[in-house]
C-alpha cells in the first residue's frame, strides 16, 4: 500500500477489467534430418536463402530434408527450425594452429559448427584486419580441391569455395564489440573460435600476407624478399604459396624462419625448386581436419555384379553385418554413386545394394560404408546441457513449434511413432507423417501403428525438379504439406482445414489417386493428395490420426493446441494472485474478451458469443478445498467448426407450374 504521509494530490495508476489475450503463431515448423553441413543444435531459419547459407544445398537424391524445406517455404510457410541428424560418434573438425601474432601463446582453435567430415572441407585464414585487429577468413568447399589454395590470392584455382565468410578488424579483447565471440561466434554458419590454453592475446602477426620474391635455396627452403619480416620465426606455422613463374601452385608450410637471412624452411622438400623468378606469399590458411562420419568399413572394391560390391579384404565375415547401411563411392569408377546395403555376405565378402549401380564399380573404386541413421540418432536424450541439445530433445526446448516433420521417418523404425509421442507429451505441437516410397492403397492403415489426434498422415510422395541436376525426383510431401497449414493459418486461420490447396512446387504425383482408392484411404485416416484436370495437385483430406469423432479434423486438433497455449501464455499475470471473487470475474472477463474475437474471426459455431462459447470461473467450478490449496479452476466450453467434408446437393425433377 502507498504511503500517505504529507498533505497532497496523490495519482496512482491500477489496472481493472480483462488483460488482452494474444494469439500464438501456429505455423512455425521443425524439420528433423540430414543436411550437408551445418549446427546439430536446431537453428531457425526465415527463408531459403538463409538454410542454403547455414545448412548447404541438396546432397543426395536419398536425402530428402533439403527438398521438403524448400517444399515449405515454396507453399507459404515462413519461419523453421532446422535440427541436423547426425551419427552418435561423429566427430567435428578442428585446426588448433591459427596463429594471432608471432609465438605458440597467441593462436586460436578453430572448430567446425557442427559434427562430420563435411568440416574437413572448412579452410581458414588470419591476416591484419583493414583498420585494426586482425582479419578472419573461412572458406568452405562442397567438393574438396585436390590441394588447398588460398582463394584470395589465386583466383584462378578450382574448384571455388561454395561458401566464404569474411570477418574484419577481430579483437581479442573481451571488453571490444568487435571481441571474436560477439562477432564470430555468433553468426557464423561455418565454425566458432575459442582462445587455446595460456593464450595471452596479443596483435595479429602482420607479416600473413607478405607477398614477395622468392629466392633459390635448397630443396626445401625459400629466400623470401628483402620487406620480408627480420625476425626469427615470425612465419612459423603458415604456409608459403608459390602464385607465379617457377614452381608455381606449389604450397608447403613454414617449419623455421631465420629473420637475418630470410630463409624459411619448409616441411617438405619443393617438387619444382623456386628461384627469383618465382612470386611467393606467406599466409595463415590452415584446413580444419579430424571430423568425421562414424565408419562401418572403408576400402577398395572388387568387380561384381549390377547390383552387388566385394568389399576389401578386412570386411566383416559376419553375414548381414552391413545390412541397412549406406555405401557411397568416393573416388575410381562409379564416384559418386550411393546406394544401401540390403544383403551381405561375411565368406564372400559380397554386399547386394538396393539398386543397380548405374557404373560398375571396380578394382580401383574407393567406398565408404556408414551405419544407418536410427531412432536414438533423432531422439538424442537429455545427455547435453540446456541450449545445446539436439534432435528431438532439442524441440523440446522450443516453445514456438508449432510442426513437427521428419521426411526420412519413414526409414527409420520406430520415429513415426516417436514424432507423435513428443507432440502428444508437449500437446503443443502436431505431427506430420507421410508414406514410405511405393506405398500401395492396401498396405496403408496408419492407425494400426500410430492412432493419435496429434498427427496427421499423408499420400502419396510428390515429384519435384531437382534445380541442381535437372533432373525430377521424388520426395515425401510432408515438407510442402507443412507450408500449406502455415499458408491456410495465415491467410485464413488456424480454423480452416488445411485441404483443397495447391501444392506449390509439385511437378506430378508418385501415383496418381483415383476417387474409388480415397474411398478406401480416407476412412483409414489417409489424407491423399490428388492431382485434378484445371486445378493443379491439391491436399484433398483433413483428418487426423485419431478414431475418435471429436478429433477427427486437422483444424478442430490446430484449433484447441492454438487456444490453450493462448490463454497459458496470455494468464500468467493470474498466478499467485488473491484468490478471490475479483480475480475469478477478471479472468472470465479476460477469456470471454479472447474467445469473443476468435469467435469473429469465423473460428467458432454459433450466431452470437453465447452460441459459440462458456466461461465459468466462480464457485460452481472450484470447491474450498481447491481454493486452501492454491487451485483456480475455470471451465471452458467452445464450438469449433467443422469442415464441409461431403458437400451434397439433391436434385430432383420438378413439373413445371406444380406446387411442392
Not at 42 to 50: A, H, I, K, Y
Not at 239 to 259: H, L, N
Request: proline share 5%; net charge neutral.
Amino acid at each position: 500500500m502507498p504511503e500517505y504521509l504529507s498533505p497532497g494530490v496523490y495519482v496512482e495508476e491500477f489496472e481493472i477489467g480483462a488483460k488482452p489475450i494474444e494469439g500464438v503463431s501456429t505455423s512455425t515448423a521443425g524439420f528433423l534430418g540430414e543436411t550437408e553441413r551445418g549446427p546439430t543444435v536446431p537453428r531457425l531459419v526465415t527463408s531459403w536463402l538463409e538454410y542454403q547459407r547455414v545448412f548447404g544445398s541438396y546432397l543426395g537424391s536419398d536425402k530428402y530434408l533439403p527438398y521438403t524445406v524448400q517444399g515449405f517455404f515454396d507453399n507459404g510457410g515462413k519461419r523453421c527450425y532446422v535440427g541436423r541428424v547426425v551419427k552418435a560418434g561423429d566427430a567435428a573438425a578442428t585446426a588448433a594452429t591459427v596463429k594471432l601474432a608471432a609465438g605458440a601463446a597467441n593462436a586460436l582453435t578453430v572448430t567446425a559448427i557442427g559434427e562430420g567430415a563435411w568440416g574437413n572441407r572448412v579452410a581458414v585464414k588470419v591476416s591484419p584486419g583493414s583498420l585494426s585487429g586482425f582479419r578472419l577468413s573461412v572458406y568452405y568447399w562442397k567438393s574438396a580441391p585436390t590441394a588447398l589454395f588460398d582463394p584470395d590470392y589465386d583466383q584462378k584455382a578450382n574448384p571455388r569455395p561454395t561458401a566464404v565468410e569474411i570477418y574484419d578488424n577481430l579483437s581479442v579483447d573481451e571488453a571490444s564489440p568487435d571481441y571474436y565471440d560477439k562477432r564470430v561466434n555468433a553468426v557464423s554458419s561455418l565454425v566458432r573460435l575459442d582462445r587455446q590454453a595460456g593464450d595471452t592475446g596479443g596483435a595479429p602477426d602482420a607479416k600473413a600476407g607478405h607477398i614477395g620474391t622468392a629466392q633459390a635455396g635448397a630443396a626445401s627452403t625459400i629466400t623470401l624478399a628483402s620487406t620480408a619480416s627480420a625476425t626469427d620465426d615470425a612465419y612459423n606455422g603458415m604456409q608459403v604459396w608459390i602464385a607465379d613463374k617457377t614452381g608455381k601452385g606449389q604450397v608447403r608450410t613454414i617449419s623455421d624462419y631465420v629473420g637475418s637471412t630470410r630463409v624459411a624452411t619448409v616441411g617438405s622438400a619443393w617438387t619444382t625448386q623456386p628461384d627469383s623468378t618465382s612470386v611467393c606469399y606467406v599466409s595463415s590458411v590452415a584446413s580444419l581436419a579430424g571430423g568425421g562420419d562414424v565408419l562401418a568399413q572403408q576400402g577398395t572394391a572388387q568387380a561384381g555384379a549390377a547390383s552387388t560390391i566385394t568389399l576389401a579384404a578386412g570386411a566383416s565375415a559376419v553375414n548381414n553385418a552391413y545390412n541397412g547401411m549406406a555405401v557411397e563411392i568416393l573416388s575410381g569408377t562409379g564416384l559418386g554413386q550411393k546406394r544401401t546395403i540390403s544383403g551381405y555376405v561375411g565368406s564372400t565378402r559380397v554386399a547386394t545394394v538396393s539398386a543397380a549401380w548405374t557404373t560398375q564399380p571396380d578394382a580401383t573404386s574407393v567406398y565408404r560404408i556408414t551405419p544407418a541413421l536410427i531412432l536414438s540418432d533423432y531422439e538424442r536424450g537429455d545427455t547435453d546441457s540446456p541450449g545445446n541439445r539436439k534432435g528431438l530433445t532439442g524441440f523440446k526446448e522450443i516453445d514456438d513449434i508449432s510442426l513437427v516433420y521428419a521426411p526420412n521417418a519413414h526409414g527409420v523404425a520406430g520415429l513415426p511413432g516417436s514424432l507423435i509421442t513428443h507432440c502428444e507429451n508437449l500437446k503443443d505441437r502436431f505431427a506430420i507423417i507421410d508414406a514410405a516410397q511405393g506405398s500401395t492403397v492396401s498396405n496403408l492403415s496408419p492407425r494400426d501403428t500410430n492412432e493419435s489426434k496429434y498427427g496427421a498422415f499423408y499420400y502419396p510422395w510428390l515429384k519435384v525438379i531437382d534445380p541442381e541436376a535437372g533432373v525430377q525426383r521424388l520426395v515425401p510431401p510432408g515438407g510442402h504439406v507443412a507450408g500449406i497449414y502455415a499458408r491456410s493459418d495465415t491467410e485464413r486461420g488456424v480454423h480452416k482445414a488445411p485441404a483443397n490447396e495447391k501444392v506449390n512446387g509439385a511437378v506430378d504425383l508418385e501415383f496418381p489417386i483415383t476417387k474409388g482408392e480415397q474411398d478406401v484411404l480416407n476412412p483409414r485416416g489417409v489424407n491423399v493428395i490428388r492431382a485434378f484436370p484445371g486445378r493443379g495437385i491439391r491436399v484433398w483430406g483433413a483428418r487426423t490420426l485419431s478414431s475418435d469423432p471429436l478429433w477427427k479434423y486437422v483444424n478442430v486438433r490446430r484449433l484447441f493446441i492454438f487456444l490453450e497455449e493462448s490463454i497459458d501464455e496470455g494468464t500468467q499475470w493470474v498466478v499467485f494472485e488473491p484468490n478471490d471473487i475479483p480475480l475469478w470475474a477478471r479472468v472470465r472477463q479476460t477469456i470471454v474478451q479472447f474467445l469473443t474475437g476468435v469467435w469473429r474471426t469465423g473460428a467458432l459455431a454459433g450466431a452470437t458469443p453465447e452460441e459459440a462459447f462458456f466461461v465459468k470461473c466462480d464457485r460452481t467450478t472450484m470447491t474450498q478445498d481447491d481454493i486452501d490449496n492454491g487451485r483456480l479452476i475455470c471451465v471452458i466450453g467452445v464450438a469449433p467448426v467443422k469442415p464441409a467434408e461431403f458437400v451434397i446437393f439433391r436434385i430432383a425433377q420438378w413439373t413445371a407450374g406444380a406446387k411442392g
